[in-house]
């Protein structure tokens, strides 16, 4: 037997699109030899289709989209959708072969955690589905199913030889040799081979890494699929063929980064994107991850120097800019600046100056950047870092103001592995760059550790509190000073309200600033 993988892109929504991408893959996969192609879960919808679940006209046109392709396929289509039977909704495999649907299988364990909310939407599946095809008997497990023990020894016990796993399942850090592990422990209970077959592509902050892979009852890797890229291989399961190594943590978020940025542009329909450039690193990598995602043709760097802005800061941004060979513009906002203070200045009378002057500098970077963007029709990225965002160092309607945050999920310290790993590919980010402290220029030699904890201790205490959900106290209980912990929890804790009005931006790590990270504004635990 050969089985077409469509590791496909879908866009949530575009019924039209995906159906016609389905096609595609299955006649690329038919041209090829195959028996059975195999989709993502939820492929007719994208994922997450989230409440456009609830209307049920869009529900309607899934169905009638369904019997288009079942009429249509050149072979036999197993197709992840949303499927209504008995006045209640399920995430769906369904086999579609010989012009109708031959059988369909409900997704039984429903994630309602994290970035995932399926109870909202769909019931629970009951039953093992085994579906027959050339000569073969198939066991039909969707995502969440294969994470758990009792779906693989049902498909076992109905009978099933071979397990087929269709997948939507989100990138975080170092998420596919988790999912690995968790293929292998279902291997060894059943004895049976799994083809895990995963979607890949960038939807709002969930990025999509694809790595689909076929894996014998041994647990050994006989195919895998590149990750972060849109690919139909017909594949013979039972035969070794290509399966390179796991990339390096870096690399796999960069290209997950990359992926996410070139997806949002493009289903939301941006001609490009325009960012801030300040000589600093988060803006340089920022810059260098929007080059290689949409070309140097579709990307603007701009640099707002201030009466504060170090004349390195000025040659490293054009030095850089000068080797991706961006657009790139210099508008100085010292007169803008200078005229928000003379109108101020009498409603300040004996203030002493403070953050608030700092932050009109901010302002007035964004209040340009975003005219620019309105006249131009290119999306802002922000720059910031999930260090930054954690503690609020963090101007709103300034360096915040934007409509994608590239690196909201990302530490600092790893923004600078990153910077490092970029420039062993190709060395597009001046050294100086990545060696100078980091400062945001608004007052004079400022850096950012005059304000924050170093970041070293800043990220571990953050990735304990936020991404662990450990109470201050087994915090310190790890050797971290006591008042560092105190601070660190106390600011992440009190700029909720910023980090509500933040711009979207991809997730890459087990928990982010996002839907999986749902605190009050207005409350007074303090732990």
């Excluded at 300040?348 to 340009?368: C, H, K, M, V, Y």
Aim: proline share 6%; net charge negative.
């Amino acid at each position: 037997m050969r089985i077409g993988l469509a590791q496909i892109d879908p866009t949530v929504g575009d019924l039209a699109g995906n159906t016609a991408h389905i096609l595609a893959a299955a006649q690329k996969a038919a041209a090829e030899g195959a028996d059975l192609v195999l989709t993502p879960e939820l492929a007719l919808t994208g994922y997450p289709p989230e409440d456009l679940l609830l209307r049920a006209h869009f529900l309607e046109a899934c169905a009638a989209r369904v019997a288009e392709i079942a009429a249509a396929a050149p072979l036999p289509v197993l197709l992840g959708h949303p499927h209504q039977e008995g006045g209640a909704l399920f995430n769906a495999a369904s086999l579609l072969a010989g012009g109708r649907v031959q059988a369909t299988a409900h997704k039984r364990h429903l994630p309602n955690a994290d970035v995932f909310d399926e109870k909202r939407y769909f019931s629970a599946g009951r039953e093992a589905t085994v579906i027959a095809l050339a000569g073969e008997r198939l066991g039909v497990a969707i995502c969440e199913d294969i994470w758990q023990p009792d779906v693989a020894a049902d498909l076992q016990r109905a009978g099933a030889r071979r397990l087929l796993v269709l997948n939507a399942s989100p990138y975080h850090l170092d998420k596919p040799r988790q999912r690995l592990e968790v293929l292998r422990q279902r291997a060894t209970e059943t004895g049976l081979p799994v083809i895990y077959l995963n979607a890949v592509g960038g939807q709002d902050e969930l990025v999509f890494d694809g790595g689909s892979l076929v894996m014998a009852a041994d647990g050994r890797v006989l195919h895998r699929l590149p990750a972060c890229s849109e690919v139909v291989s017909v594949v013979d399961p039972d035969q070794a063929g290509e399966a390179p190594d796991i990339a390096s943590v870096e690399a796999q978020v960069w290209q997950a980064l990359v992926l996410a940025v070139r997806d949002y542009v493009r289903k939301c329909g941006f001609p490009g994107v325009l960012l801030g450039l300040s000589g600093g690193i988060d803006s340089a990598v920022t810059l260098a991850i929007a080059v290689d995602a949409l070309g140097a043709e579709r990307v603007e760097a701009v640099m707002m120097p201030s009466r504060y802005t170090a004349d390195i800061s000025l040659t490293d941004s054009r030095d850089m800019v000068a080797r991706l060979g961006v657009a790139y513009r210099e508008i100085a906002i010292g007169d803008v600046t200078a005229q928000f203070e003379r109108a101020l200045e009498p409603v300040f009378a004996g203030s002493p100056p403070d953050t608030t002057e700092e932050n009109l500098q901010a302002r007035a970077r964004g209040t340009l950047l975003m005219a620019l963007s309105n006249k131009s029709g290119r999306l802002v990225l922000t720059t910031g870092n999930k260090s930054e965002m954690a503690v609020g160092y963090a101007t709103l309607y300034g360096d915040m103001a934007g409509g994608y945050a590239v690196l909201r999920d990302v530490a600092k310290t790893l923004v600078y592995r990153l910077a490092e790993w970029r420039n062993a590919q190709s060395d597009v980010i001046p050294r100086r760059i990545i060696t100078r402290p980091p400062s945001a220029e608004l007052r004079p030699d400022q850096t950012d550790q005059d304000s924050l904890p170093p970041y070293e201790v800043l990220d571990a205490v953050m990735a304990l509190y936020v991404e662990q959900n450990q109470a201050p106290q087994a915090i310190v209980a790890a050797g971290f000073a006591p008042a560092d912990v105190d601070r660190v929890v106390r600011l992440i804790r009190i700029n909720e309200y910023k980090r509500r009005q933040a711009a979207v931006g991809p997730r890459v790590t087990p928990r982010g600033f996002g839907k999986d990270w749902r605190y009050p504004i207005a409350a007074r635990y303090s732990q």
